[in-house]
């Protein structure tokens, strides 16, 4: 069973979402069978990559808020994350670019597969959220994909030049054809869709029903008024 | 879509059942991209290629009835065809084997594929229910293949040998394997079996059911509580 996931590494009901459906997993019979691949969406293509100002002053500025508006607001996030174990900075958060941090999560696909690309997404998540550190500069991408094992040669290379980008934009361009104007966005054999963190109970159901769809055994519709069967018996009347 | 029938020549209920998919299909809106494939089941395998008996007095041997009893058996199954649209002469029908009738109704795929083996499926059904006719007799088995569009030479070779006898009892075989002890036996997409005559209704449901599954759409599960996304226009709490 394959869970695709469109998620930015600076969302903050993307990394909430990510524990509900943890989760949910942990409490599914067949989670040995569940591979989860990370697909890149930027929220903010146009953000700087050299990042200057904290999420709070950028939040406070587009919605003409006080300074103490924006951060109401994301302490309201904060105690939700604390809901599922997250320990949330956003006050230390910058407003950044995140073209680079996908570039990097593909990388980790090449090199590692989906088990590789989870340990680095997981890894930049909590570099940003709960230590506020810069994701869009290349020392940190570098140390963060290291730790997780990656080769620092070929990290060096794609941070370099801009191997992945196409990829980075072909899944943006897939999330918009499955509708999903925001993220997260979490598409099960490419068949049921979920939008937004729900709640780990919502994710389980899902799990199930594409389990039971990818897994079919005949039906069989039998008996009641008019199914008469002729069998070696003969046939009943 | 496909759906595979499971049936004898000599089972009323498996042509009952098949006006009633008829039915179904007639009011099916893709009924155009629905293969019908007809699969062999010996009701009695053992029965005489070269009979002699009518099924009435078989019947009521069987069944330890006098003739007039196992005459009313059969009257109550053509009440029921004629419900269908379908004129059953059973007075006038032989114990028979169908060995040779079905390794027909596959050489008919083999030329011509399931439309053509629908014809001579249908052909051999009415031959045998509507006008009494020895369908173990080769004489006979050629007229109704030929007046269908089989190649003469073809289906004289087929019945002078063995051809197409693996065919029959592999079908058996998979019927068993899907728990199968009677006939009709309707197995749609590999997915949905329904066993027996069953009504029209039923057909229709299974029909649109499988439909449904096999043209997957991603079905979103958005919104409500907890599900929160961040978009463009940023992450509302």
Not at 83 to 96: A, C, I, K, M, N
Not at 151 to 163: F, I, Q, T
Request: aromatic share 8%; charged share 25%; proline share 5%.
């Amino acid at each position: 069973m394959l869970i695709e996931i469109w998620s930015d590494v600076v969302c903050p009901w993307c990394y909430i979402g990510k524990r509900r459906l943890e989760k949910a997993l942990a409490g599914f019979e067949h989670a040995d069978e569940v591979e989860v691949r990370w697909r890149s969406f930027q929220l903010d293509p146009g953000a700087p990559t050299e990042p200057t100002e904290p999420t709070a002053t950028m939040l406070a500025r587009k919605y003409g808020q006080t300074p103490q508006g924006a951060r109401q607001m994301q302490d309201q996030v904060e105690a939700v994350a604390a809901e599922e174990g997250l320990v949330f900075r956003l006050g230390d958060t910058l407003h950044l670019n995140t073209v680079d941090a996908h570039r990097v999560i593909h990388l980790a696909h090449e090199l590692g597969g989906s088990d590789l690309q989870g340990r680095v997404k997981e890894a930049l998540l909590d570099a940003y959220f709960a230590r506020g550190r810069n994701v869009a500069d290349h020392a940190v991408l570098r140390e963060v994909a290291v730790a997780c094992g990656l080769d620092a040669a070929r990290v060096d290379e794609v941070l370099a030049g801009s191997a992945y980008t196409d990829e980075v934009w072909a899944d943006m361009e897939q999330a918009q054809a499955y509708g999903a104007s925001g993220v997260p966005f979490f598409v099960v054999d490419q068949r049921y869709g979920v939008s937004g963190a729900q709640p780990a109970e919502a994710f389980a159901q899902v799990l199930e029903r594409a389990w039971a769809d990818a897994h079919p055994v005949v039906q069989v519709l039998a008996g009641g008024p008019g199914g008469d069967v002729c069998g070696p018996d003969g046939c009943p009347v």
